[in-house]
């Protein structure tokens, strides 16, 4: 492999590993905000440990979204400078708002909902995670507005040998940008909702002492879930409208995923809106249909990783459509050992991280809503594994 | 305009020295202050509702790179890769650290999420230090340079110390003496000198290679609206989580 193979597969496995987590944050995020404000509504208990259950196990995850997150902003500069050099007066200015508003804020809300609680008043604290869910949105909308401007280079002009932003109102409704994004967002609710539904099975098929706990989890899942997958599939299919011509036409590579993804959906959506949601109030005591549920939650992230492949392999050879290639966008002057040293390194620490935040998870998820870092109280009962 | 932005760089990339210039202190700080596992947890416990919203300010600034400074983006970055990726590589394992310390009981998992602490706020100090020498070289000397190693040892000894600042604010009594705010603040405007050592030689030149007025007319106008909002944020952070108050009182998260 040469440099600009070894850089594309950089970008493609820390930008797919970026994604597992970010799309799960996506969904997540709004779940546990609803749940918290619930808690703040009725001051019920059940939702107040449904809120830090939830909650624990989406501030697990986001760790893991910041330090890829952290890989991707970096990478533009270090191995594809050419697309800086030739668009950065226009490719640069959603990434600087991402970053400069969206992820300021997103961190700074965060901070103080997880570190804030039992000292905000309860209001203040629930608008911090209503805060954090409305700035990742809009993460995912500047995203977004990058992403399409590679696909279709709207709002902008050559100027010599660069690009010049002429039309910020064409950047920002971007035809390949305006169905992409809720597609983006209901998928990332679809799986947040396909994690409630698939650890709830998990607790409910072992007999758990947390019954109502998981029943109300589960329903709120598969509602969340209903919703998800209907916003998915819609907005999926609206984006045929705006897409390149002749994007999937001899490509294998990304219409493979594509078709991958699309039936994968579509089979998705027939079990959650014609099993699921009509039997949510059967589902929770149905232990024979838990496994089943359970198998079903990574589904949802690698239909997702899926759609990635086939929006960013059915670009190539362009970095930008039809105005650069990824080729002419690498870094002059990158070498085979440049990248293979950085590859190795991102992909070994990350890769190793993720596999240790998904088994931190997926104990959480294993002991239940007790032994919550996130809210706990110095007063509070802590069984003796973890007090020392 | 091209002036407004330079500010507002600079004000980001002062700002991430001054504030997260004390979580890596204290993070360098704990094999040397914290010689048992409660006092870890304590001086973890001081900076972590500061950390999420303090090590932004560098994203910000890579963020702003990009936006403002698209040109100068794709020449630095590259000019210093391997000190990047292994910056990255640090902050990442020092994050790491932080978030997982404390999400399974075992004293040795704990220590060596410390450890991870310990070593990515160094390496990451200490590239300051060598950033700093390549930026006064133009992007154009060797990386690794006695001078540059002698500020990275510098940056690294300021953290430290800034750190300390502000454990003797946050705790008092913990190590050394107690401090006031002001205190604080004064280590925290000479954190930022490496910063604006930084930006000064480089102004003339980063305002040549400015994005064009119709790139900076619309990124003001979507960033002015919520910059009362991000400073009320920010703001926010140090007004609740001030000592006193019961600042120790719950576990913390990390």
Redesign the interface.
């Known amino acids: 492999m040469d440099a600009l193979d070894l850089a594309r597969l950089q970008f493609a496995l820390t930008g797919s590993l970026h994604f597992l987590f970010v799309v799960l944050t996506l969904g997540l995020a709004p779940l546990v905000a609803i749940m918290n404000t619930r808690w703040a509504r009725t001051g019920r208990p059940l939702f107040e440990r449904m809120t830090r259950f939830w909650g624990q196990i989406y501030v697990i995850n986001y760790a893991l979204g910041i330090v890829t997150g952290l890989v991707m902003e970096f990478q533009f500069g270090l191995s594809w400078s050419g697309l800086s050099h030739y668009a950065g007066d226009v490719f640069g200015a959603p990434l600087a708002m991402e970053t400069l508003v969206a992820f300021f804020l997103e961190s700074t809300f965060l901070g103080l909902w997880i570190f804030g609680w039992g000292r905000l008043p309860k209001w203040a604290h629930v608008a911090c995670i209503w805060a954090v869910t409305a700035t990742a949105y809009a993460s995912a909308f500047f995203i977004m507005v990058a992403n399409s401007f590679l696909q279709n280079p709207a709002g902008a002009v050559a100027a010599g040998d660069r690009l010049a932003l002429v039309d910020a109102g064409a950047l920002f409704t971007n035809k390949t940008l305006v169905f992409a994004l809720p597609h983006v967002l209901g998928a990332g609710l679809f799986t947040g909702a396909m994690v409630l539904v698939g650890a709830s099975a998990y607790q409910l098929r072992r007999r758990t002492h947390e019954q109502e706990f998981f029943t109300r989890s589960m329903k709120t899942g598969i509602v969340a879930a209903a919703v998800g997958i209907t916003l998915t599939v819609a907005y999926g299919y609206a984006q045929f409208g705006g897409i390149q011509d002749g994007k999937f036409d001899d490509n294998p590579a990304a219409a493979v995923p594509l078709g991958l993804m699309m039936e994968g959906g579509n089979l998705l959506s027939m079990v959650v809106l014609l099993f699921m949601l009509p039997l949510i109030r059967k589902l929770p005591r149905w232990r024979w249909a838990h496994p089943l549920l359970m198998a079903l939650t990574p589904v949802p992230f690698v239909l997702a990783i899926l759609g990635w492949l086939a929006r960013e392999l059915g670009r190539q050879p362009w970095m930008i459509w039809e105005k650069l290639t990824v080729a002419d966008a690498m870094t002059p002057g990158l070498t085979t050992g440049m990248v293979t040293a950085s590859l190795t390194g991102f992909v070994a620490v990350l890769g190793l991280l993720a596999v240790v935040d998904y088994v931190l998870i997926a104990r959480v998820v294993r002991r239940g809503p007790r032994d919550l870092t996130l809210g706990a109280t110095a007063t509070e009962q802590r069984s003796p594994a973890l007090s020392h | 305009m091209e002036l407004i932005w330079f500010a507002v760089f600079a004000l ?1 990339l002062a700002g991430y020295f001054a504030l997260e210039g004390f979580d890596l202190g204290v993070g360098l700080l704990l094999p040397v202050l914290g010689r048992n596992r409660d006092d870890r947890d304590r001086m973890v416990a001081a900076i ?6 303090n ?3 560098l ?2 600034v ?7 400074y ?2 100068l ?6 000019a210093i ?2 000190l ?2 292994a910056m ?2 640090a ?3 020092r ?2 650290g932080l ?2 310390r ?4 075992g004293a040795r998992w704990r220590a060596f999420w410390d450890l991870m602490i310990v070593l990515g706020s160094l390496w990451l100090s200490f590239g300051w230090g060598l950033v700093i020498y390549a930026a006064a070289t133009g992007f154009d000397g060797p990386l690794m340079h006695p001078l540059g190693l002698l500020l990275g040892a510098a940056v690294t000894l300021l953290f430290a110390w800034h750190g300390r600042v502000f454990l003797g604010w946050r705790l008092p009594g913990f190590a050394g003496p107690a401090r006031t705010g002001r205190a604080l603040l004064a280590s925290g405007a000479l954190a930022a000198t490496p910063a604006l050592a930084l930006l000064g030689g480089g102004m003339s030149y980063m305002l040549e290679h400015s ?2 007025a ?2 900076l007319n ?2 003001s106008l ?2 002015l609206p ?1 910059a009362p ?2 400073v009320g ?2 703001v ?2 140090w007004r ?2 001030r000592p006193g ?1 019961g600042a120790d ?5 990390f």
């Not at chain 2, 972590?48 to 919203?53: D, E, F, K, N």
């Open positions: 980001l972590g509702p500061y950390v999420l919203a090590e932004v300010w994203v910000a890579a963020g702003t790179l990009f936006g403002v698209p040109l983006e794709g020449e630095l970055l590259p890769y391997p990047v990726v990255l590589l902050w990442i394992v994050d790491a978030w997982f404390r999400r399974i009981g994005a064009p119709a790139t619309v990124l979507m960033v919520f909002i991000m944020a920010q926010w952070i609740t989580f108050k009182l719950n576990p913390s998260f």
